[in-house]
């Protein structure tokens, strides 16, 4: 699938390592937990990304690494889409 106002290909099914992340999941997830600005505060709401990583990927050795990757997948297939409104559709 491709945004053609930003030229960005967007994957299908994101995947870290070998695991697919469910972007529906993690989309209502992060929401649940106030949207993406909310979770990035790291002042207000501290090591946000390591625990959604922690449920999105259980197990994995380094939440630092892995929460950033869960970041980089949302912020590159969601936020765009999330953040849009009708006036940039047309840009």
């Given amino acids: 699938m491709l945004i053609v106002t930003r030229r960005t290909i967007l994957d299908r099914e994101p995947k870290i390592g070998s695991r697919h992340i469910d972007l529906l999941r993690l989309y209502k997830r992060v929401n649940a937990e106030g949207g ?7 002042k207000g709401n501290k090591l946000a990304w390591r625990r959604l990583a ?3 990927l259980p197990g994995s050795a380094n939440l630092t690494t892995q929460a950033f990757l869960v970041k980089t ?8 889409a999330v953040h849009c409104t009708p006036l940039c559709a047309s840009a």
């Fill in 54 to 56: 922690g449920e999105f």
């Fill in 36 to 42: 993406y600005d909310k979770v990035s505060d790291t």
């Fill in 73 to 80: 997948a949302y912020y590159k297939n969601l936020a765009y």
